[in-house]
């Protein structure tokens, strides 16, 4: 598996601390950018970045960050096949995957901790999509995709 990361300017600082947690756990992970937290971007670029990535495999997974992380995920759910999930705390990020089958996982560097990256990362990494009940909603998701009514 895969991680393609990026994040706004807002996100640059908290994204190296995504990578070295990621790197000890000997991930291989790929980062789109933004480099550098003085530069000033839009972030539906590096959405539309990570997500693009992310949509041709069904093994590979994506990790977006910016202040809030509410427009990270927007922009990256506009790209078929990309399903990101803002996660604020473990709980959230283990429904995000047993339920939604996420495979992007956005963070608001305003409102989760430092020292809460680490457990939301493994809790996303590890977490498996449980199907049954859920899948049923997920392909109605896919079909909303290809514009099919539900």
């Avoid at 430092?114 to 997920?138: S, Y």
Wanted: overall charge positive.
């Amino acid at each position: 598996m895969k991680i393609f990361i990026g994040a706004d300017h807002r996100g640059v600082n908290f994204k190296k601390k995504i990578i070295q947690i990621l790197k000890t756990q000997e991930v291989n992970v790929i980062d789109l950018g933004l480099y550098d937290p003085v530069k000033i971007c839009d972030y539906p670029k590096v959405a539309y970045k990570v997500a693009s990535e992310v949509s041709k495999s069904r093994n590979d997974r994506g990790i977006l960050v910016c202040m809030s992380g509410i427009g990270q995920a927007i922009a990256a759910n506009k790209v078929r096949g990309a399903y990101a999930a803002l996660c604020y705390n473990t709980e959230s990020a283990a429904l995000s995957r047993k339920h939604n089958n996420a495979n992007i996982l956005v963070l608001g560097s305003k409102f989760v901790k430092t020292k809460d990256i680490e457990k939301i990362l493994r809790v996303w990494l590890n977490t498996k999509f449980e199907g049954g009940r859920h899948r049923r909603r997920i392909n109605q998701i896919k079909k909303m995709e290809k514009g099919i009514k539900i």
